[in-house]
């Protein structure tokens, strides 16, 4: 039993705030203030102080679950796994690899996300594997490899948030889902910065703006179209940046001429005045910033709606100089590095193209595997849970509870219970886990060690601070089991030099050790990167490559390692190890030049089009989903913290007075919400902080006011993100 404090971080979201953990006599755990980890300085939201609540074997899972006439029973974990393995095994023989499929989590340390995408591809040989950032920040991703080349949520620290001159902060309520990043902006406006927020609700966060623009759903590309016609119409356009720095200039500027600023108040519902006075505090400073969530992101049309944002920050100048440039916020904890390592349809690791040969000999090579066994790209997170039960016919998902989460859920739900086998890793009994064969209960943060890399692009150390339950055991350790388990049954182990089994080690800093190996080279490099660095450093950014021949450092950590505990790692003698030369990170990207062949950041143009779902006589209104600050996600974890329940303990629905009183609705009544999809539930919550078009409902509980249950699955054609932000609704009252 470890007694002493441990620094480590939160669970849940991607400040990944650090905190000190001190068990207690009574069997809990205390969280008591870091003030040596800059992101949040001690601070923390009300989710990250009442995380160990869900350590608590009152509401996690202690033992495996297998289901039996029906019922979900105990089970030691040889029966949970060998039914695994058999439901895998089953599946494969009758219908093919491609017939299991593989769903992972943003919220998994690197060595998790690493080890699943390994995995999927050469235990069970599918091509069907994804993840739910596909549902996060897929299209900021997917506009930043266009203009960029490379894709790492923020290309400078939040730091450098205060020096600047102007931030816009597209569809973020970051006062809500990342409070104690709100001090940045705070200090901004101190410093006479400005901050401009664009979020059709006065949110918290955009209460502290001083300029708020507030369009229809779905209409930020229009808007930052007609801002960057401003700009041009200005004669704010910097020219010598353009020429030296981008390319592509001619195309995106007669786009975005087509876009005059009447057409665009059509649009938008934002006035031609403030779209001046947005233009004039983005232009005057000398630097400035774009930032975007959810807000313009998830929407079927959200690369093109980021590109246009990146456009208007090129246009500019922006990008590659000092306390300038675009960037996105990230969402979960593990929302960057969950990206880069493979669990995505697409991707080997080291954010490598599962298609280049290159990078698929390389990856090969590490694996021990012959590169033609490696399948191809697979299916997109909703079109993979879309296929459930017929195309795909066993479901492995580790980290998230799309049952809550996937957009028009209630037929996801459907697929999900056609299953011929799902086998669910949970540290609770989410909604998605309670539909399973078998639930594998596995550890959680603070009773396991893995790295996770934050919004700014800084790769974390999270310490173990508890021992864990009996009972439970690490993702990494079912994956070993299983692929023990699957060995020699697959045909892909051919050519292998080990064994299956020991190509899935246990302990993560092994797995982090080949997980450098596997990603050098690659655009997310962390071959420079090792353990022991990350406890002595408070975090290391990517792009961290080994100094040195990186493929002979293999034997560096995993071999010669005398105690895997990490316990005396930060007093342990430096060098006690072969280490490698020592590359710095990179907090700031772009500084010389772009991460494009040429060097150039590359505009691209983009037109304003409608949502997939615009309101019509049936479905006037428009409804948009999102958070509140006491909950977390599909709430699988934060509906079991007391506290937090008292503080949001039900789904609503917010609307404006004059819609209220058209309906008949006063606060509190309930009221349907209904779409193509279905009708969801939930009291009325008044307020002129939203557009009369418009109605908010978040979505993090399931049943009745189960927002997913409206929401509309058209995918963005590029990163096939679901358009959460925007789809047509019409209301009614609820007789009680
Ligand atoms: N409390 C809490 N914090 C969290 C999370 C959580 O579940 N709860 N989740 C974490 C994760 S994974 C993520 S991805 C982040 C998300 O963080 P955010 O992106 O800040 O969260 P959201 O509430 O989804 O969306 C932000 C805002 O977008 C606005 N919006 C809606 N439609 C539009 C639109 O068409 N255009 C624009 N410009 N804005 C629009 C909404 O009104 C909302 O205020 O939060 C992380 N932090
Ligand atoms: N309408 C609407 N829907 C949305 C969004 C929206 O804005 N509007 N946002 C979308 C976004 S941005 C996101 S990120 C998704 C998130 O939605 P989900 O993917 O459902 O995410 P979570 O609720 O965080 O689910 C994570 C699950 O993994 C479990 N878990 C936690 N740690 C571990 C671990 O180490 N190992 C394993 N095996 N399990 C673990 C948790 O208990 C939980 O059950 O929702 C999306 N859905
Ligand atoms: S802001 Fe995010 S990382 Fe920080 S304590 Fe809250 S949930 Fe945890
Ligand atoms: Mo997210």
Redesign the pocket.
Known sequence: MRTTSTPTHC?YCALQCGMNLSPLPSGGVEVTERADFPVNRGALCGKGRTAPAVLSSRVRLTSPLVRSEGALVPATWDEALDRVAEGLRRTRAEHGPDACGVFG????TNE?AYALGKFARIVLGTSQIDY??R??MSSAAAAGMKAFGLDRGLPFPLEDIPRTGCVILVGSNLAETMPPALRYFTELRENGGTLIVVDPRRTRTAEQADLHLAPRPGTDLALALGLLHLVVAEGRTDEAYIRERTSGWEEARAAAMAHWPEYVERITGVSVPQLREAVRLFCEPESAMVLTA?GPE?QSKGTDTVGAWINLCLATGRPGRPLSGYGCLT??GNGQGGREHGQKADQLPGYRKLVDPEARRHVAEVWGVDPDSLPGPGRSAYELLDALGTDIRALLL?????V????RAAHIEDRIRSLDFLAV????L?ETAALADVVLP?T?WAEETGTITNLEGRVLLRRQAITPPEGVRS?LHVLHELAARLDGETGLGKGMEKSLEKGFPTDPEEVFDELRRAGAGGLADYSGITYRRLAEENGVFWPCPAGGDTDNNEADGADDREDASLDGLPDSPAGERTEVAVHPGTPRLFLDRFATEDGRARFVPVSHRAAAEEPDDEYPVLLT???VVAQ??????TRRVDELNAAAPGPFVELHPRLAERLGAAEGDPVAVVSRRGRAVAPARITRAIRPDTVFMP?HWPGEGR??TL?NPALDPTSRMPE?KACAVRLETVRT
Do not use: E, H, I
Request: aromatic share 8%; charged share 10%; net charge positive.
């Open positions: 669970p989590g943003g919220g998994l998790k739910n950032g549902f996060c959810r998830q969402g979960q580790m980290g998230s509870n799309p809550v989460s996937a957009p890793c949970d540290v609770v989410s596995v959680q993702d989903t999102g958070r977390y996600q599909s709430g699988a974890q979505f927002a997913n929401t959460f």
